[in-house]
């Protein structure tokens, strides 16, 4: 079974924290980390940008409405997420734009990706 | 975690100019609205630890403020006169719930005004940068006074002038206009802009480098509160962009280290990539304004993975731009950087040689010129050039900067055989 473990927090203190502070933090983790990740436990893990990156595109009927900043609604619920490797913001948008056409209805928010762990385990399994 | 006390400062920070922002409204008065916050803070230091830290923590510290500054008020007016029912606003929604009543699109004045209360045009724009870190960022003095190597005495008085000086001018509590917004909003951001400038000439370590932080947090905070403003996003690109090279343009012993000498792998990677994400998303509205081609400009040094990978041609055009958009003898003198390696130092020169007038008591013109002199083999004019740099440099870095180009002219110039 695969789980996403989904990290919540409040940006202004996250993103206000001093080199030391989110060093440490970074260690601690790491410390967490080592072992699941030599038991295979471990699959890709990412940190975002702050929300002040973000575009948001709304599937709309016609042409999606891109929008800026986060996803802020709270009716619809997170479902899933892509990673896509592209040139630029208006590629993503896109590839956005296609997989929107497939599937109407709801938004999806675009994020830059601050740090990127690709996926430790031998045989990842789907 | 949560009851950690650095969780909490960085928490009453980050809470501070919608929290201050709100109470300033409620109490149109600026000492009472710092007052009220500073009461709020001391209660979240005692209860926070133990209770763990509430959902929002700007609402607790609004609702919290408030009420204790109510109590000061109703004391004291038990000797003096009562207070003006109309100057305490929102008096009559006290049963509305706390969330309805702080909503975003109310923050967001609340915060504009606050930054605009501190940036005023008739403040000087050192008044503007000291009170913006005391009233918005919230430094404390001692902090401000260390940052501007003044004692703490000294600034306590200068921002008491200033504020007395706001109190003077009155706050404008009207809900502004679209175009009073714009206006507030692009002289807020020029003060941002200024705060970071203030932190940018200090070297590394110092204790002024530290305000760059500050001026990216308000940054950050006014594009959370602006989303669709690509100027807001130019701003905290350019700040974000800039700031990501700082730990490279120092070396140990404080002196400056150019661009092009730089360690780029000292580079911060994730401030870079967040400068770049906000430029993309501010150039897609077409609506280019100077801080987002500064930010542009930025962009393409941060991308370039040594100084030849630099794509100068593309710099110049933005500079076009920039001249075009905020004509400045100051962006041609930085066009004329960019021309002098797309181009070459003669059409440079040129470039520069216009700016004489103007620039004569700037001493980047002086050291540019001087550069561009001894590219072209002209070292008794460049040695002239340098000299007068040295005169005007600002700082100790600076200075040191160009004493270390005069040595280097001299040694060159006592190889060629030349005397004077």
Same mark, same amino acid.
């Given at each position: ?118 996926? #430790? ?6 | ?79 003096? #006169? ?267 020169? #040129? ?70």
């Amino acid at each position: 079974m695969l789980y996403t473990i989904l990290c919540y927090h409040e940006e202004d203190v996250v993103w206000s924290w001093s080199e030391e502070q989110e060093a440490a933090v970074m260690a601690r983790l790491a410390e967490v980390q080592a072992p699941l990740i030599a038991s295979g436990k471990m699959g890709p893990s990412l940190r975002l940008l702050p929300t002040t990156t973000a575009t948001t595109l709304r599937k709309t009927k016609d042409a999606p409405l891109v929008i800026d900043g986060p996803f802020a609604e709270t009716k619809e619920q997170l479902l899933g997420f892509y990673v896509v490797d592209v040139a630029d913001l208006e590629e993503a948008l896109a590839i956005a734009r296609q997989l929107a056409g497939a599937n109407p209805g709801g938004a999806y928010e675009l994020r830059p990706v601050a740090l990127y762990n690709a996926d #430790a385990r031998a045989d990842p399994a789907p | 975690m949560t009851t950690d006390p650095a969780w909490i400062e960085n928490a009453i920070v980050g809470a501070r100019p919608r929290a201050v922002g709100a109470l300033l409204r409620y109490f149109r008065d600026l000492d009472l609205a710092e007052e009220a916050f500073q009461e709020a803070c001391l209660r979240a230091l005692r209860l926070w630890p133990e209770k763990g830290p509430p959902r929002d923590p700007a609402a607790w510290l609004i609702m919290v403020g408030r009420n204790a500054a109510l109590d000061v008020l109703r004391r004291k007016s038990r000797d003096v #006169a009562l207070p003006d029912e109309a100057a305490i606003s929102d008096l009559d929604d006290v049963e509305t719930p706390l969330a309805e009543r702080l909503d975003e699109s109310r923050f967001q004045d609340d915060v504009l005004r606050l930054m605009f209360t501190c940036c005023r045009p008739e403040l000087m724009a050192v008044q503007q940068v000291v009170l913006a870190l005391r009233v918005v960022a919230g430094l404390t003095v001692a902090q401000i006074a260390r940052a501007f190597l003044v004692s703490e005495t000294a600034m306590e008085q200068r921002i008491t002038r200033a504020k007395r000086q706001i109190a003077v001018m009155g706050i404008p509590f009207e809900t502004p206009d679209d175009t009073a917004r714009a206006e507030r909003l692009a002289a807020v951001a020029a003060m941002i802009y200024l705060v970071f400038n203030e932190g940018y000439s200090a070297a590394d370590g110092a204790y002024r480098a530290r305000l760059c932080d500050d001026a990216i947090r308000l940054g950050r905070l006014l594009q959370r509160l602006f989303p669709a403003e690509p100027e807001v996003m130019g701003l905290t690109a350019l700040m974000l962009l800039q700031h990501a090279r700082h730990a490279a343009r120092f070396d140990d012993a404080g002196e400056i280290i150019l661009l092009e000498d730089q360690d780029r792998g000292r580079w911060n990677r994730k401030l870079i990539a967040e400068g770049l994400a906000l430029t993309e998303k501010a150039l897609r509205h077409r609506a280019p304004g100077p801080y987002q081609i500064q930010a542009a400009i930025a962009a393409l040094h941060d991308k370039a993975a040594t100084p030849a990978d630099t794509d100068w041609g593309q710099i110049d055009l933005l500079y076009g731009v920039l001249e075009r958009l905020q004509p400045s003898p100051v962006v041609t003198l930085n066009r004329a950087v960019a021309v002098s390696k797309s181009r070459g130092p003669e059409a440079a020169l #040129a470039m520069v040689e216009g700016l004489g007038d103007s620039l004569a008591g700037y001493f980047h013109f002086h050291g540019v010129r001087g550069g561009l002199l001894w590219q072209l083999g002209r070292r008794l004019q460049a040695r002239a050039a340098f000299g007068k740099a040295m005169a005007l440099a600002n700082t100790a870095a600076e200075a040191s900067h160009i004493r270390a180009h005069l040595d280097r002219l001299k040694a060159e110039a006592e190889a060629a055989g030349e005397t004077g």
